[in-house]
């Protein structure tokens, strides 16, 4: 069972250039996300979707985009990097509303971008 | 929105007990979890919390109090290798607000 996986582990970027980040989770769960995680600020919300075909913004969305065509995927792009884009990101997934035993967050385990 | 308050850094002694709080603000709850994340890894799930009281795992409990919008993770027995971050989040609920609202963390020292 491969869980939340997302590629690449690590990139490198120049700035203005645009990549995408892929995750995929095996586990049929209808919420996915991204988050960045930058020193001494905690796990911050890029975009999120509820279900196939539906996506959201979250905390900082701006110079990000997001689609959900499938259960499976939901690739993070970066249109034009910026050196403020430096950062982990970790993209997520979970079953759905509510919460019984064992129904939570599952991470990919990261992906780490430097914009230079 | 929502407001999540933890201490910044913590530290203790191998074997004792730490204590490791959480404040909230937030329109709305449905739950709070936490977290545990090391160095270069991604957060791993500890808890979760949706009803007033103690949730008790191993060495780990955590507490909630809604009235009062506080929470907290504590670990007993410390472990070199409980040195990690901790994180507490909060799920307001409803639609996508399902997806937690994360805190800055808590960086956990343990030493011999």
């Known amino acids: 069972n491969a869980g939340v996986t997302q590629t690449p582990k690590f990139q490198v970027l120049k700035t203005g250039q645009s990549m995408t980040l892929q995750c995929a989770q095996d586990?049929?769960?209808?919420?996915m996300s991204w988050y960045r995680q930058d020193p001494g600020m905690g796990l911050r919300l890029i975009h999120y979707?509820?279900?196939?075909?539906?996506?959201d913004q979250g905390e900082v969305p701006n110079g990000y985009n997001v689609s959900r065509s499938t259960t499976e995927d939901f690739p993070l792009r970066l249109l034009s990097a910026a050196p403020s884009q430096t950062s982990v990101y970790f993209c997520?997934?979970?079953?759905?509303?509510?919460?019984?035993?064992?129904?939570?967050?599952?991470f990919g385990e990261g992906s780490w971008l430097t914009v230079v | 929105g929502q407001n999540i308050d933890q201490p910044t850094e913590m530290t203790a002694t191998e074997g004792a007990i730490v204590q490791i709080n959480c404040t909230y603000q937030?329109?709305?709850?449905?739950?709070l979890f936490w977290y545990q994340q090391h160095a270069g890894e991604a957060p791993t799930f500890l808890s979760y919390?949706?009803?007033?009281g103690l949730e008790e795992k191993g060495r780990f409990s955590s507490f909630l109090s809604r009235s009062k919008g506080y929470s907290y993770l504590l670990l007993k027995e410390l472990q070199m290798k409980d040195s990690a971050s901790y994180l507490c989040?909060?799920?307001?609920?409803?639609?996508?607000?399902?997806?937690?609202?994360f805190g800055r963390g808590t960086s956990l020292i343990v030493h011999p």
């Open positions: 997520a997934s979970s079953p759905g509303q509510g919460y019984v035993s064992g129904n939570t967050i599952y």
């Open positions: 989040a909060v799920r307001k609920g409803g639609g996508g607000s399902y997806i937690p609202t």
């Open positions: 937030t329109s709305g709850f449905n739950g």
């Open positions: 586990m049929n769960h209808e919420y």
């Open positions: 919390n949706v009803l007033d």
């Open positions: 979707s509820v279900g196939a075909g539906i996506t």
